[in-house]
Each structure stands twice: as structure tokens, then as C-alpha cells.
Nanobody, 124 residues
Framework: QLVESGGGSVQAGGSLRLSCEAP????????MAWFRQDPGKEREGVAA?????????WYADSVKGRFTISQDNAKNTVYLQMNDLKPEDTAMYYC???????????????????WGQGTQVTVS
């Protein structure tokens, strides 16, 4: 089970850092990602990090240059640092993980079998 934290309300231009802890997730190679969803819209991939012998990251075009995904292996935790937030970033943010994600499909929600409950981000 994934546990997210760090959401909240912020003014445009501000920053937030989301955390996703994956206790007991013991695969040597796996992918963790952040998705977001507005009511009535599809859940969209925001960023992903592929953790293995090498680490790779991917971002949606809408957040490149503003968001950074990173990991703390010792804590089994992935972070999403969000800077220069915009009102259109307002959404419920979900953490996802799976060891079978095909890297070129990191943004596809069906690639992931493990999800957190979500944390709300509101930008005004």
C-alpha cells in the first residue's frame, strides 16, 4: 500500500512537495509515478521514476521544468517537488507503483497495480 502526503493549498507561483512511501515494496527494479485527476477528467500521468541499476525519470510536457521527481531508497519514498504552481495544476494527486511498467508507457494508468489514496493540491 502506498501512502501519500504533502498536499495542500497554495497561491499561484508557490511550491509544494508531495511524498509517497511504499513500505514493504521490495522489488529491485520498479517504477513509481505520480498521476493527477480533476473531477470529470481522465487520470493523467505527471511524472515517473524508474528505479533499478540506473534511475530514469519522465515528465508530462505540462510540468517539465517545474516539477521534479526523486527518490530516497533508504526510506522507500518518492517525492514530487512542485514549483511555480499554476491554477491548472489543481487536482487530486495519486502515487502509483509497479515492477512491470513498460517505460515507454509510464503515463498509462493501467500499467500500475498499486495506488495510494490521493492527496489534494489546490492552487489559487
Amino acid at each position: 500500500q502506498l501512502v501519500e502526503s504533502g498536499g495542500g493549498s497554495v497561491q499561484a507561483g508557490g511550491s509544494l512537495r508531495l511524498s509517497c512511501e511504499a513500505p514493504g515494496y521490495t522489488y529491485d527494479t520498479y517504477c513509481m509515478a505520480w498521476f493527477r485527476q480533476d473531477p470529470g477528467k481522465e487520470r493523467e500521468g505527471v511524472a515517473a521514476i524508474f528505479i533499478g541499476r540506473r534511475t530514469n525519470t519522465w515528465y508530462a510536457d505540462s510540468v517539465k521544468g517545474r516539477f521534479t521527481i526523486s527518490q530516497d531508497n533508504a526510506k522507500n519514498t518518492v517525492y514530487l517537488q512542485m514549483n511555480d504552481l499554476k491554477p491548472e495544476d489543481t487536482a487530486m494527486y495519486y502515487c502509483a507503483a509497479d515492477h512491470r511498467v513498460r517505460p515507454w508507457l509510464w503515463w498509462v494508468k493501467s500499467e500500475y497495480n498499486y495506488w495510494g489514496q490521493g492527496t489534494q493540491v489546490t492552487v489559487s
